[in-house]
């Protein structure tokens, strides 16, 4: 993530993926809205700013997205709208909570 100077306030991507649960409103909306579609492989820029839904921002920012794995949900997790945890409670890679 970077701001309107061009100054690297995070960048994680040599370090753990952040999972989330499409469609769950886990995330912002605006930002969920941005990466509907993306398959493994793809990167995308996201601009975020008051003009782009983020009312609360002070500055402008982009973050570089890039899709490294993508598990679509099993016909079971379909008809019955389960979202898989692990038995210690963690959701990782496999499933997202």
């Given amino acids: 993530m970077e701001n309107s100077r061009g100054e690297v306030l995070e960048d994680i991507l040599d370090g753990l993926p952040i999972n989330y649960l499409h469609g769950h409103g886990t995330i912002f909306p605006s930002l969920e809205a ?34 490294d794995k993508v598990r679509y949900a099993s016909d079971e997790e379909l008809e019955k709208g389960l979202n898989p945890v692990l038995s210690d409670g963690y959701c990782g890679p496999e499933g997202c909570c």
């Fill in 34 to 67: 941005e990466l509907k579609g993306l398959n493994e492989g793809e990167e995308k820029q996201i601009f975020l700013s008051k003009e782009t839904g983020y009312q609360d921002l002070d500055d402008e920012f982009h973050i570089w997205v890039v899709v």
